[in-house]
């Protein structure tokens, strides 16, 4: 990398810091402007004048709260989700065709939040003070469904999945994934070059719909057989071990936590945003407050969170080197993320801010695994 693409990459992960805590202030602004225009209280006042309504109440004013959310908050987004991106050249996606995934990810994230608050505020009512622990199964549950639909049912919305195509990528994905016990026919490719032009792959899905999936990205920046199969391996490390089920399982437990500090913390922000019409933390009119209380336990959580994802994908580029064993492959995919990751932060930087090891570091495991590992002959 020249100094200049560099400090390009250093400034643009030092900005994403910042941003973490700017989506949160943004949050509470929303959130202080909703609870100050009286709309959700007066919503549940409507829907219960003659008798409670507790069930509708929860999804109408859930439904009502997330899309007056996303017409406030849309400024920021377009910053921080587009024009950010445009003018770091990690996108050449349209603000047309932005807006419109925009459109259709709020539409979905409406419906369905509705659904979410129903079942969450049923819990509030009726665990009492224990609704916490209830809580994180909720969350246990939502997070395993989400993982076994969006693969079927939400991504191909965004973007085109088609099955690698005959040819040395796929004999050499295929003759990896017998090796390493993944299913050989759930390795696609995708269009992600629609919406960003990182280098990147995943992995989605659970048990019968998890698939591995890489952008056509990879391909437009020059990745070779060696590149392809040590990313593809680390995709099918998480696989293997079952990292989603692991995150499923991490985050109910984090969700506890949270849970049960917002019923401790609620009467402080409620009164901080001046909530004076909200029934407690029972009420779905005080969703803004709720909100503002979850998402600043998470802002705290966050070298927690990111730690626990280091975690995982350090094990999973293990599990590349030992079954791949393509280190000088894994390395040139390594540099080509550098561009949207700065590849050489302090040790303190990457502990808070970092949800993947950095570059730098898994480089070096990738040469020491080398050196460890001479090849035969």
Known sequence: MSPEEMQRAISYTHGSHWLILGSFLVGVAVAWIIVRSGLLTGIRDRLERNRPRPNLTAFVVGIV??????????????????????????????????????????????????????????????????????????????????LLAAPIFIEPLFNTYTPAPPGPVRDAVVELAHQTGTPSDKIYIYDGSRQSDRYTANVSGLFGSARVAMSDTMFQQGADLSEVRAVVGHEMGHYVHMH??????????????????????FPVAQRLLGANRVNGISDPAGLPVLGVVIGFLFVLATPLTNTMVRVIESDADQFSLEHANEPDGLARALIKTAEYRAPSPSWLEEFIFYDHPSVSNRIRRAMAWKAEHPPEG
Request: aromatic share 14%; hydrophobic share 60%.
């Open 65 to 146: 709260y997330t899309l007056a959310s996303t017409v406030i908050s849309l400024p920021w987004a377009w910053w921080s989700g587009w024009r950010r991106e445009t003018e770091y050249g990690l996108t050449s996606q349209p603000v047309t065709g932005w807006l419109g995934e925009l459109a259709m990810q709020s539409a979905i994230s409406t419906v369905l939040t509705g659904f979410v608050l129903v079942a969450l505020y049923a819990l509030i009512r009726r665990a009492g003070r224990s609704w916490w622990l209830w809580g994180g199964g909720l969350t246990a549950a939502l997070m395993a469904l989400m």
């Open 244 to 265: 989603a089920l692991w995150m499923v399982g991490i985050m109910a437990v984090l969700a506890m936590v949270a849970f049960w500090a917002a019923d401790r913390l």
